[in-house]
């Protein structure tokens, strides 16, 4: 009594295609979908990104400007200011 191993696994990677297939037919893109909301809520979706992309901006600088304020050389555990 052997399991059938190889059409099992036939049929799995099958069924497996079969989903993927439908659903790159049936999903929409991120671009079809901002095209068709309506006016307003594409203005909440640019008002977000613009302020998404501001805060990582912000947070840049502070990470940029924190990485020239230390020393690269020093452990942060010789600090003399933490004595």
């Known amino acids: ?13 099958g069924l497996v295609g079969l989903g ?9 893109t991120p671009e079809q979908t901002y095209a068709e909301m309506a006016p307003d809520l594409r203005k909440k979706v640019d008002a ?3 302020a998404r992309l ?3 901006q912000e947070m840049k600088r ?12 020093k452990p942060i555990w010789a600090d003399s200011r933490n004595s």
């Not at 009594?1 to 990677?13: A, D, E, N, Q, V």
């Not at 993927?20 to 929409?28: D, F, G, R």
């Not at 940029?64 to 050389?73: C, M, V």
């Open 62 to 73: 502070l990470m940029d400007a924190q990485a020239k304020a230390s020393e690269p050389t």
């Open 1 to 13: 009594m052997s399991f059938p191993w190889f059409r099992m696994t036939l049929l799995s990677g």
């Open 48 to 50: 977000n990104r613009a």
């Open 20 to 28: 993927y297939l439908l659903m790159k037919a049936t999903v929409p």
């Open 54 to 56: 501001a805060q990582e």
